[in-house]
């Protein structure tokens, strides 16, 4: 039974917390007899629990102390006040991110933590316990960040790890700090960098590394890291219709797709010639929606038709030129830049492996004489291919589709749509 003054105290120091940190919400969980649990809901875990123990210590309303629990992957406080255990239950306020970034974030960053500051994988006991080692090893000042900037937005992946996928991807970033650890036994490594916004001195700010390997001899390595199972094909490389013609030089040709395509817009009831002035913007991207709704197969129709004409369009752009092709594929495909390769590193469940794809791809382009693109075969609308010959042959698997949600997808999306590059096979 919790004295009436302890419990006067115990609120008190509550009380203290919620005027020391804006924005918090202390809540109930469950109470019994013997066990009180609190959830409390900030915008920063470690110090709020930092806090609310330095205010639990101060009250001298029992002894204080933090623990493992089954109820988060974050530590809990623990206040033994007589005989009622009260637990405190730290959580993230959601919001503030998207899931994706948040989930690449942790297998990205997590890894170049723990390298940094000597957490091995052999010491790791679970996730849990890899989670709240890199609470505890995270500094501002850390050589992975390379700018406060990033810095403050480690510590907030960090602190909302928990909403998202957490269990996978801390598991997949403790199979690359393993790969990491597997280079640096061969390759003795000097520092680590996470590139989430900043790129280490030398490397273009578009770089499509994630992490970076600075070796002991100073050259520095990019790594691209693809999440996902056993057996399937993560997209290499992402990307819209419009860079590519940009790097053509053709933004012009980009242009005129809206005059093949225009034809099919004024098939929807309510567009009218009046309405091309509003191509690419969300007025007109609203009346197609609407017609998406009112009559789904005639929209699909209309989008299909225009599908075929892009992919079209951008298969005739990639055959017009061997030269500009070739060097599209080696520097976006292949993603190679001077001075600093990139390798990419696929993350599983079980393992982090080099994906040697790119190897062949830099390979075959290197001797290249024939770079011919062509619809697959079969009746996939969003696919398509283009073949290396060089006496071998190599075949590159692309999709063009649309890749928005709600008013802007589909024919919302206009000519604008997603390219992706997901594998290299040999023919």
């Not at 009380?15 to 920063?44: F, H, L, M, N, P």
């Not at 199979?175 to 490397?203: D, F, T």
Request: net charge positive.
């Amino acid at each position: 039974m919790v004295t009436g003054n302890k419990l006067l105290q115990l609120n008190s120091a509550l009380q203290s917390v919620k005027e020391s940190i804006k924005g918090i919400d202390i809540t109930v969980k469950t109470a019994s007899a013997r066990a009180v649990k609190y959830v409390i809901k900030s915008d920063d875990r470690e110090s709020t629990r930092n806090i609310v123990e330095q205010k639990l210590k101060s009250a001298q309303v029992g002894p204080v102390t933090r623990k493992q629990s089954g109820e988060s992957s974050m530590a809990v406080t623990q206040c033994q006040i007589d005989q009622v255990t009260h637990t405190f239950i730290y959580k993230p306020k959601r919001g503030g991110m998207s899931q994706t970034t948040l989930n690449a974030s942790i297998t990205e960053l997590f890894p170049c933590i723990a390298f940094t500051t000597g957490i091995s994988s052999k010491t790791i006991k679970n996730t849990k316990d890899f989670y709240n080692r890199i609470i505890q090893n995270n500094k501002p000042n850390l050589p992975c960040y390379l700018n406060p900037r990033d810095a403050a937005s480690g510590k907030e992946f960090i602190d909302k790890a928990e909403t998202g996928k957490f269990e996978e991807k801390v598991r997949n970033a403790i199979n690359v700090l393993r790969w990491i650890e597997g280079v640096n036994r061969a390759h003795p490594i000097s520092r680590v960098y996470w590139g989430y916004r900043a790129k280490p001195k030398g490397v273009m700010a578009n770089h499509p590394g994630d992490i970076f390997l600075q070796f002991a001899n100073g050259k520095i390595l990019g790594v691209s890291l693809k999440a996902g199972g056993e057996t399937t094909d993560e997209p290499k490389l992402n990307t819209y219709v419009k860079p590519i013609f940009e790097f053509y030089g053709k933004v012009s040709e980009y242009e005129k797709l809206k005059d093949k395509l225009w034809p099919q817009y004024l098939q929807i009831p309510g567009i009218t010639e009046d309405d091309k002035k509003n191509w690419g913007k969300n007025t007109l991207a609203l009346k197609t929606y609407e017609y998406e709704k009112m009559n789904p197969q005639g929209y699909d129709a209309l989008y299909d038709k225009n599908l075929a004409i892009i992919k079209q369009e951008l298969i005739n752009l990639l055959n017009s030129d061997f030269a500009k092709t070739r060097k599209w594929l080696l520097e976006k495909v292949a993603q190679q830049q001077q001075d600093v390769p990139l390798v990419v590193v696929k993350t599983t469940q079980s393992t982090a492996r080099r994906d040697k794809s790119s190897d062949l791809l830099v390979e075959a382009l290197a001797s290249v004489r024939g770079i011919v693109a062509a619809p697959a075969t079969g009746s996939s609308k969003q696919s398509w291919n283009i073949t290396l010959t060089d006496g071998s042959r190599l075949e590159l698997d692309f999709t063009t589709r649309t890749n928005k949600v709600g008013a802007t997808h589909k024919l919302g999306q206009f000519s604008n749509l997603a390219v992706k590059f997901n594998k290299v096979k040999k023919k």
